[in-house]
């Protein structure tokens, strides 16, 4: 009996131990299946389009984690707490790659129980991106007119908005809206320039990544200065023209009437625009420029605007009050900030930029500035405000070989009352030049007319005498401020009782380098492609810590730094350094 009850408990023993192992071997059975997953196919697109990655996903030992991988690196991952299904979306936008290549995303899901499913991949072929239709613009646009971004749209000789066939006679009004992307060309042998009328309205905003583009019609590594005519507008504003009626026109004669008594006439916006390769001479010494404002009041906006390798000046106002921000001049051939008529509005942030080479036959400066062109005392006067401004010439060492044509920094000239603040100057043959030729423009310093304060002249090390250039022989300007005239006729060659470089050294702010080397800016400036314009910091003559005035009228940010940049480059984005290889026609 002991061994058979001995048997019974080792038998019962057996089967207890038999029955635990049988329910293991049932819960590991009850173990669901790996996750499953079926994704959208066929996906394709041009570049820039956006595209939608699908997946249906089904896990019943419910969703962990989806991992999705973009041609093996990653790409998203997705968190899940434990549901068992699940419709994954994520959009992408296509990558700017040529025509048939192919983007592999693939998705792996891993559910609670730590099972993958089968790594599936999910490809999107890229498209070509189909020609755009060219769309001719000639004549004169009337009413309410809104472009199209998908097409290219090509300016036949002057195009209009609006119409005025005399000064004072509107006949007809227009608004033409341009949508960011838009390209549009100026067709070269006819010189297509558009041209906005009093009355009449340009809408043109860009975005940081999607700029409006005016440009050459010809093809890669044959476009040049002057292939079209650039945009002119015209506003109801003050100048200091005479009331003659046609006279008061833009300079050419092509019916750019302009002036007005209203100050906040509003001629549209421009925003995010890029002009290029554009200016026509209408007549000697009289220029189509890349962008001509004639008499734009301050209900206008013009902000972040590019102007390159312009046959003419890169921005030229004739009276005025409109407001700018903004502004890149770049390789232009004659000046970048042209003055006249009795501009007063304010700009601030601009930068211009020389290529060796490109310098007109009239000189070339980066502010060229007058009341008007016999230096008279008709009023509003010239008196615009500048701030942030950095003036880039074309020397940027000793050894660089640049046009004799380039001048100077500023010349302030004809009767003027220009005030410049917390601007930076370098690479020219003479700083600032201030000009009593014609008009009084000394005077007008020495009257505190004429301001400049917070300004940094820099030279070129080992360039000419004090560092500067040295000038011909018979153009003695001085060095670095101009200290007599063109012309040992001329008068007024002293500011009160001091020299030009006297006064201005003891205006506030105001410095004289040697050279720019421990100023912070970069020496990419005059190298090709995209610049450096943001400054480094903790250089012994360093451009920060210059307060602009707090008197200066609220449309002026209140900086603290000398010149257009201090750590944010406002250029990132939409702005070109090299449009000579941009392809715009496909």
Not at 30 to 51: F, M, Q
Not at 507 to 522: A, H, M
Request: aromatic residues 10%; contains cysteine; charged residues 15%.
């Amino acid at each position: 009996m002991r061994l058979f009850k001995m048997n019974a408990v080792k038998v019962f023993a057996l089967m207890l131990s038999m029955a635990v192992l049988t329910n293991a071997c049932k819960k590991d059975e009850e173990i669901g299946p790996a996750p499953t997953l079926t994704v959208a196919s066929n996906l394709a697109g041009t570049p820039g389009t956006t595209v939608q990655l699908k997946a249906s996903i089904n896990a019943p030992e419910g969703i962990k984690t989806i991992t999705v991988l973009k041609n093996g690196a990653a790409f998203d991952v997705v968190t899940k707490n434990g549901e068992k299904t699940f419709e994954y979306a994520k959009d992408y936008q296509i990558d700017n790659l040529s025509a048939n290549s192919v983007v592999n995303f693939t998705v792996l899901v891993t559910d609670m129980k730590n099972q993958n499913s089968t790594l599936t991949t999910l490809p999107v072929t890229v498209t070509a991106v189909p020609p755009k239709t060219i769309v001719e613009v000639k004549g004169t646009l009337e009413g309410n007119i809104t472009w199209d971004a998908t097409k290219i749209y090509k300016l036949v000789g002057f195009v209009r908005v609006g119409e005025e066939t005399t000064f004072g006679s509107i006949t007809k009004t227009a608004t033409l809206t341009i949508p960011a992307g838009t390209v549009v060309i100026g067709d070269r042998a006819t010189k297509g320039a558009l041209l906005v009328q009093r009355g009449s309205k340009l809408i043109a905003n860009g975005t940081a990544t999607n700029p409006i583009v005016f440009t050459s019609e010809r093809s890669v590594g044959e476009r040049e200065a002057g292939d079209w005519g650039g945009i002119i507008i015209c506003g109801k504003a003050p100048n200091n023209l005479p009331d003659n009626g046609n006279d008061r026109q833009l300079e050419g004669g092509y019916g750019g009437f302009h002036g007005g008594s209203d100050a906040a006439d509003n001629s549209g916006s421009l925003k995010y625009v890029r002009i290029e390769y554009a200016g026509v001479p209408i007549n000697p010494n009289q220029e189509v420029n890349s962008l001509t404002m004639g008499s734009v009041g301050n209900g206008t906006t013009i902000d972040y605007v590019q102007a390159s390798f312009g046959l003419d000046d890169s921005f030229e106002w004739f009276g005025g009050t409109v407001n700018c921000k903004h502004l890149v001049a770049y390789k232009g051939l004659d000046d970048d900030f042209d003055n006249d008529n009795g501009f007063s509005g304010y700009v601030q942030y601009g930068i211009g930029i020389r290529g060796t080479t490109q310098a007109d036959q009239s000189g070339s400066n980066g502010f060229e500035v007058d009341n008007d062109a016999n230096g008279s005392n008709n009023t509003p006067y010239t008196s615009a405000i500048f701030a942030n401004m950095s003036i880039i010439g074309a020397k940027g060492n000793a050894e660089t070989s640049i046009s004799t044509l380039f001048q100077n920094g500023a010349q302030l000239r004809r009767n003027n009352k220009l005030k410049i603040y917390n601007s930076f100057f370098t690479g020219y043959p003479f700083g600032i030049y201030i000009d009593s030729q014609r008009g009084d423009a000394k005077g007008n310093a020495a009257k505190g007319d004429i301001v400049l304060q917070n300004i940094v002249l820099a030279g070129v090390a080992n360039w000419g005498t004090n560092n500067w250039g040295t000038g011909a022989a018979t153009n003695p300007k001085g060095f670095p401020v101009s200290d007599t005239e063109q012309t040992t006729a001329a008068p007024a060659i002293l500011i009160g009782t001091q020299t030009p470089t006297d006064w201005f050294k003891a205006q506030s702010g105001n410095k004289i380098l040697t050279d720019f080397s421990k100023t912070g800016i970069s020496t990419t400036l005059w190298s090709t492609g995209r610049p450096t314009f943001t400054l480094t910091t903790g250089t012994a003559e360093t451009l920060i810590g210059f307060n602009l005035p707090s008197t200066l009228p609220s449309f002026f940010d209140k900086t603290d730094y000398v010149g257009a940049f201090k750590d944010t480059d406002w250029t990132a984005g939409w702005t070109e350094f090299t449009p000579q290889s941009v392809v715009y026609i496909k």
